[in-house]
């Protein structure tokens, strides 16, 4: 299979607990993003990738969020001293920079849940 | 700056009856427009997208979408709905030139009745 791949897919952790969530793009890809998903809501942008180098990053990525892509592959989202606000669908996705247009793929998610 | 609504949380059909999901964009840039859809506890999926050139845009299962400057709309649409469309569908806006990062809408529930 060659599509986007997050890990793990649930994580149930306590507040003040740190976790760390891991995305695998599709091979070729060279940008990858990093959104959240709440309850009835649509994808809100969280920051991006081009190759290794984060290009943007929302309001929404407070001081205790932290974002990697160290080889311009995988990447991980790390949140500190996590909140019961933090509980989330985390949702990734990568796209082919290129021309106009190209659609992100995206991953099926990790959904995170603070006790 | 570029934003999305999609006029109503809810939509309910019948089986066999007209899909039609509204979604109406702002952008201060020639927008590049997307409908994803979303099944549960999974990511999401691309129905179909408009960059330039023909402004009726035909997507997978059977969807399509008309891209209309005037009325700043890309409403999705579908002949006959079946019960395998039950899911929830995001219209989305690029906010910058090429089309490549994105504004979702919020999204509306689409349910089949039998």
Redesign the interface.
Known sequence: DTGVSQNPRHKITKRGQNVTFRCDPISEHNRLYWYRQTLGQGPEFLTYFQNEAQLEKSRLLSDRFSAERPKGSFSTLEIQRTEQGDSAMYLCASSLIGGIGYEQYFGPGTRLTVT | AQS?TQLG?HVSVSEGALVLLRCNYSSSVPP?L?W?VQYP??????LL????GATLVKGINGFEAEFKKSETSFHLTKPSAHMSDAAEY?C?V?VDN??????????TRLSVLP
């Open positions: 999305v949380s590049y997307f994803y506890n999974q990511g999401l999926q691309l997208k408009y960059t330039t995001f989305a690029s090429y089309g490549q990062n994105f504004v979702f809408g919020p999204g």
